[in-house]
């Protein structure tokens, strides 16, 4: 059984950084991508940042880009999530999820979700 958990959250101020983690377990296969997303009260949920396990492609939403570095460890069986200059509107719980890797980030299928981990951002 695949599982995902993220953490890392926190809260900080606008201008701030934080570091997400991604832990996983349970592949069988390593043809999988990683994807990171945020729900904010209210709104739906938005896929922010992924990466290939296969090629290490990365992908990014014009929200993050620029701010945000997806990387991974996969010693650790870990994702990672670097936010910098962080801003109000990042306010949101982030999930880390799992699908079946695809030639373009954006196909991808996640259908293994982790808890969240919330992020406050201040201003």
């Known amino acids: 059984e695949v599982q995902l958990q993220a953490s890392g959250g926190g809260l900080v101020q606008a201008g701030g950084y934080l570091r997400l983690s991604c832990t996983y377990s349970?592949?069988?296969?390593?043809?999988?991508?990683i994807g990171w997303f945020r729900q904010a009260p209210g709104n739906e949920r938005e896929g922010i940042s992924s990466i290939s396990h296969v090629d290490s492609t990365t992908w990014y939403a014009d929200s993050v880009q620029g701010r945000f570095t997806i990387s991974s460890d996969n010693a650790k069986n870990t994702v990672y999530l670097q936010m910098n200059n962080l801003e109000p509107e990042d306010t949101a719980v982030y999930y880390c999820a799992a699908g079946d890797d695809e030639i373009l980030l954006e196909r991808v299928y996640y259908k293994h979700w982790g808890q969240g981990t919330q992020v406050t951002v201040s201003s």
């Open positions: 349970g592949f069988i296969f390593d043809d999988y991508a």
